[in-house]
């Protein structure tokens, strides 16, 4: 089938590029906005008690709108002096000014304050709480206008303005991630470039990716917004830059699994199209299986309680797809266009390479495979001890950069009024009789008693009975720590939610809500979503590694390796971030993403040397030789493709954001396990060492040896 589709590409490639153009402008025209939503911290299952209380807050009190300090203009001399009364004047004059302009989504600016040891005064600007993005949009502009407006307003004035407050920072961390999204896209367009350039010599074959998987990748967004609205599905913000990076390294894998057996023809003296019809069946093969095993591991997302991984699986499956579908079809066609002159000017690729390399490589892990195996396996475990000791961490807050506007006015509030952080931020407590009656002024005096005396507690907000059902009340506890902290996360889980739980008057039920408790139902979700998702995956992969390289044996070998690949990824991360650079721990989503990508990705090589392997076992070799001539073949692309995936993967530690770093550092060494480690070592030494029974039940397993033998031959001692 594969022969075909790329005969008929040859023989018609303006055709293909043609309704490969119609069908992607159509797309794009017709697809709706991609839904994003920044705060997916409350996206559980009903049973989660975070739910319950958004669920009964919207039942008890219904249209309510809370008012809240979204944002808070903070007023101090910049060499640390107390603040003057004039100042304080000027305070209530820039209140006055901001309060006049009735800047959109600003409910109104309260009086100035001044801080009690008078080294700053702050202006509180209150605004409507809420998670939708449109708002949250309309709010953050509202911050630009109060920044470009408090110049003029300062005019004579020694005191300097910063503009804190969640507003402000949902803007600041949405700039951080705009700017990680133009970094990472420029590093990636020029380490592709260059690392194609250096193993090519062409600037065309350099350049074609660079315009192929844009547009491809623009494509997949618009599919996966097409989706989205029928299968509600909302997506996070650091969703572009991992599909950016995760095309644009698939992308550039395929390309060159094309573009190496294209040339193998052409130097073979095969013309153009008989080349082309080449390379898309025996490249395709490759394609199409590390596609599957990529989409199938994403896809097994959708067994999670927490939606924001729900979410990143049909998306991540829909860009691997559509990058597979456009690496059989439209690059092919631009290769049949171009032929030769893709490699110009380079002569390079009319010569035979030595792989000298390559071949020494070969002969070593042919006649020492048990000796290659150990090694390899030791320096992953090695590696893999790491994860004995890693943590989770949910403060998703402190992965921004501490060099915002937003956070240092924090940090300023923070030292003159204690527990600011937690002042928009209470546990939100809800009680509801069992009985559907009335709560009484007894029973919640009884539970204001109870609960402000605990461990961790600030203050306990008077209790608001709903205007609904009276049956129904919330208490706002406001916290001693920062809600968004892990200390704060881990003592609401171990410590404060039950003891809140257990204060339950009589004849009531008691739910505990709010972000920190938010957090740790994520906690238990993540919890929970770990091993049903590792072990699904691994056995997906193994599944459909078992059909596309036609054989039971090789999957019970290659997803053990593969997850010994993840352990030791996961455990460098522990190494580097929670050792070295002494973070609380790794971001919450870093294992299973990086589960993912590794399982998945990672076997992309296996795959590769694989089907290498049974080619030349086919072709009468013993897996001696076969496995001397598979490295010598098939490790040169492994190693290329594998450099430039885990270099696309790294240019994201040049993100500001904490997350992209542990998530670009972790994929990367994952990738360049499988590249380095596993597809040119370990793959071949267990193929050596299993014999012909590691493609069981195979006919290649079957082939008797031809005119060739087991034993290196005289020229390859």
């Known amino acids: 089938m594969l022969g075909r589709l790329g005969g008929w590409v040859a023989r018609h490639p303006w055709w293909t590029i043609g309704g490969w153009l119609v069908a992607a402008v159509l797309i794009v025209l017709l697809a709706p906005p991609l839904p994003t939503q920044p705060n997916q911290s409350h996206e559980l299952s009903d049973d989660y008690q975070s739910v319950q209380v958004d669920r009964l807050q919207e039942h008890a009190f219904p249209g309510r709108q809370e008012a809240y300090t979204g944002v808070y203009v903070i007023l101090r001399h910049p060499g640390g002096g107390s603040v003057t009364d004039a100042d304080v004047v000027k305070a209530g004059q820039v209140g006055d000014a901001l309060r006049g302009k009735k800047i959109v989504s600003v409910t109104g600016v309260d009086p100035q304050t001044t801080a009690p040891d008078r080294s700053l005064v702050w202006v509180p600007v209150r605004m409507i709480r809420s998670t939708v993005a449109s708002v949250l949009v309309q709010q953050a502009d509202a911050v630009t206008q109060i920044r470009a407006a408090l110049p003029e307003l300062l005019a004579g004035s020694d005191l300097q303005a910063k503009v804190g407050g969640d507003a402000a920072a949902y803007l600041d961390d949405s700039n951080s991630l705009s700017q990680s999204l133009s970094i990472v896209t420029i590093a990636t367009l020029v380490l592709i470039i260059g690392l194609i350039l250096l193993i090519f010599r062409g600037p065309l074959a350099a350049v074609l990716p660079i315009i192929v998987i844009p547009v491809t990748m623009e494509v997949a967004l618009s599919i996966a917004a097409m989706v989205a609205t029928p299968a509600n599905l909302v997506f996070d913000q650091s969703l572009q830059i991992v599909v950016l990076i995760l095309m644009f390294g698939i992308g550039a894998d395929y390309f060159l699994f094309l573009l190496w057996r294209f040339r193998e023809r052409l130097r073979a003296g095969d013309d153009r199209a008989t080349a082309l019809r080449y390379a898309v069946e025996r490249a395709g093969r490759v394609i199409i299986g590390t596609a599957l095993t990529t989409m199938g591991a994403v896809l097994v997302l959708l067994l999670a309680s927490f939606r924001l991984f729900q979410a990143w699986g049909p998306a991540l499956a829909i860009a691997v797809g559509t990058m597979a579908v456009t690496a059989l ?29 390559a071949a020494r490589l070969g002969q070593l892990v042919a006649r020492r495979p048990a000796v290659v195996a150990v090694v390899s396996v030791a320096l992953m475990a090695v590696l893999g001890a790491g994860v004995f000791t890693f943590k989770l961490s949910y403060d998703v807050q402190g992965g ?68 609904a059902d009276p049956s129904v009340a919330q208490v706002d506890i406001r916290l001693q720590q920062d809600p968004f902290s892990d200390d704060a996360i881990v003592h609401m889980r171990d410590t404060l939610r039950p003891a809140i739980l257990a ?39 193994a599944l459909i590694l078992a059909l596309v390289v036609r054989s039971l044996v090789a999957p019970l070998l290659l997803v053990p390796s593969v997850l010994l690949g993840f352990a030791a990824a996961l455990g460098a991360a522990v190494y580097v971030f929670q050792d070295a650079l002494d973070k609380p721990g790794l971001n919450f989503q870093l294992p299973l993403l990086l589960y993912l990508f590794v399982l998945a990705i990672g076997t992309d090589y296996n795959i590769l040397m694989v089907s290498r392997l049974r080619e030349e076992i086919s072709m009468g070799h013993g897996p001696r030789e076969a496995a001397g001539r598979a490295i010598q073949h098939a490790a040169p692309i492994a190693a290329a493709a594998g450099l430039i995936l885990a270099g696309t993967f790294s240019v994201m530690l040049l993100a500001p954001v904490t997350m992209m770093r542990q998530l670009g550092f972790s994929v990367a060494l994952g990738i360049a396990i499988s590249a380095f480690v596993m597809a040119p070592f370990l793959v071949p030494a267990l193929t050596v060492l299993v014999g012909r029974g590691f493609l069981w039940p195979s006919k290649a397993a079957r082939q008797q040896d031809g005119r060739h033998t087991d034993r290196l031959s005289m020229a390859e001692r």
């Open 329 to 357: 079809t439209l690059i092919p066609a631009l290769l049949r266009l171009l032929g030769p002159a893709i490699f110009w000017p380079s002569k390079g690729w009319q010569r035979q390479p030595k792989g000298r390399t």
């Open 400 to 467: 921004f950069p501490t060099d915002t506007e937003s956070y240092q006015a924090q940090q300023q509030f923070e030292k003159v009024v204690p527990g600011a952080a937690g002042l928009n931020y209470p546990a939100e407590v809800m009680l509801r009789s069992k009985d559907g009656s009335r709560l009484g002024p007894e029973q919640l005096t009884a539970f204001v008693a109870a609960v402000q005396h605990l461990p961790g507690v600030g203050v306990v907000e008077p209790p608001s009975v709903g205007t």
């Open 503 to 541: 204060a339950a008057p009589a004849g009531t039920n008691v739910y505990v809500g709010g972000i920190t408790s938010g957090y740790v139902d994520i906690d238990h979700a993540t919890r929970r979503d770990l091993p049903v998702i590792l072990v699904a995956a691994a056995v997906l992969i």
